[in-house]
């Protein structure tokens, strides 16, 4: 088993470059069951995840070549002209929750689809009954068995008006994708707003698609009978941005990240000057710099604009470091502080209380031996490990591998001392 080894106490100096964003990657591979020409994406980050969606793809027909362009991630050509396979197999779909986001398309295009229940981290109960729903507003008939979703179409979609009951970054995502090949307009209401699915957007406008409304909650969308093929440069990833600016903070070191602008995560850029902690942007980069005492601030999660849930147990560490009280507050996922009990291993004081935690901020984290739960809380570990006192030891570090490429070399080149080693 593959343990994350972490010597404590060092501060990062140094530049790291941002990857290609995870959550804009996955549904514009999931995009290019769109068109029968050849989408080409570049800047996609080497992640589990990634090869898991890839191999979703190839299962249904999918031609993908790969270039490896180094430190700039993957260039993936995809041709989904020959698609004979409409079923989403459990034993590959039950790895990855954005495997979801293959039934839109497959609707769309083809008229049927079998998708097996998505899988992902254990952050709580995440129901696809919006996605279902939206699919149902288009004209898609659909029968749930215990294992999968089985939907068909008699003709094609048909565009429609449809209100979200609550804001759903993935049945937001599903929607557009079904309904840009639907006929007619579709009105959405209540989207989520998160930059990723902007950048969804732009490229299927590129693709031929016509969105309206783009980064808003309402999107209009008019369906088109084919969408072209064309080259499209993924967005940084703004959660790797956000987790290394933290770890920055949380070292007392000094970290300028490349390819990454303040405006994609204004909300966590904010609340870390609350906090103290020093933040400069220039062009196509910010800089994180240490500069005294960390002061408690407390924050909620939010859909976009708000405090990204992505990154509360990355901030959670920066703030059992503050000199006071601090609330953390989680309103995404019931299920997203499994992260807690092994902080307080490490010295953390932190009392749940429901929806929120509760953290009284301590001089030193110490070093142990802690078991990773999902991909964000591993980060989180991550970023304690770093800054405590002795040796840490991470344990389900697999989770890292779903969202985050070559954490370790990116963080040994500014000074941390962090290894990955195999065996018991």
Not at 213 to 234: A, N, P, W
Not at 354 to 373: F, I, K, T
């Amino acid at each position: 088993m593959e343990r994350i080894l972490i010597q404590g106490g060092n501060h990062l100096f140094g530049e790291i470059a941002i990857s290609g964003s995870k959550n804009s990657s996955l549904p514009l591979m999931a995009a290019s069951l769109l068109s029968n020409q050849t989408l080409q994406l570049t800047n996609i980050p080497k992640l589990s995840d990634i090869t898991t969606m890839k191999n979703l793809l190839v299962n249904l027909g999918t031609v993908i070549e790969i270039v490896d362009q180094e430190d700039n991630g993957l260039q993936l050509k995809l041709s989904s002209a020959d698609i004979q396979n409409y079923f989403v197999p459990y034993e590959i779909e039950s790895k990855i929750r954005a495997s979801i986001w293959l039934l839109g398309p497959l609707l769309t295009r083809f008229g049927k689809a079998t998708v097996s229940f998505p899988g992902g981290c254990e952050i709580g109960a995440r129901p696809i009954d919006l996605h279902i729903a939206v699919m149902q507003a288009l004209g898609a008939k659909i029968i749930m068995h215990h294992d999968c979703i089985d939907a068909h179409v008699d003709e094609c979609l048909v565009g429609c008006n449809f209100s979200f009951t609550k804001v759903s970054v993935g049945a937001t995502i599903n929607a557009i994708l079904a309904a840009v090949l639907a006929k007619g307009e579709t009105n959405l209401f209540h989207c989520a707003r998160e930059p990723e699915i902007a950048d969804l957007c732009r490229c299927l406008n590129q693709m031929g698609a016509e969105i309206k409304g783009i980064g808003t909650t309402e999107l209009t969308i008019i369906g088109k009978d084919r969408l072209d093929g064309t080259s499209y440069k993924v967005m940084p990833d703004r959660i790797e941005a956000g987790t290394y600016m933290i770890a920055a903070a949380v070292t007392r070191g000094d970290v300028k990240l490349l390819g990454i602008e303040c405006d994609l995560i204004e909300n966590l850029v904010m609340r870390m000057k609350a906090a103290g902690v020093s933040i400069l942007q220039g062009k196509n980069f910010i800089r994180v710099k240490h500069q005294g005492p960390l002061k408690p601030v407390n924050i909620s999660t939010q859909p976009h604009p708000g405090f990204p849930t992505d990154l509360q147990a990355q901030f959670m560490c920066l703030m059992t470091l503050a000199e006071g009280l601090s609330t953390i507050s989680e309103t995404i996922f019931e299920n997203r502080f499994m992260h807690v009990r092994e902080l307080c291993k490490m010295g953390a004081n932190i009392t749940i209380d429901g929806h929120d935690a509760v953290v009284q901020g301590v001089q030193s984290l110490v070093g142990a031996e802690v078991m990773a739960s999902d991909l964000r809380a591993s980060a989180g570990l991550v970023i304690a490990g770093l800054c405590a006192r002795g040796e840490t030891t991470i344990r389900g570090v697999h989770h890292l591998d779903r969202g985050y490429q070559s954490l370790e070399k990116k963080l040994s080149q500014c000074g941390a001392k962090i290894s990955r080693i195999t065996g018991d």
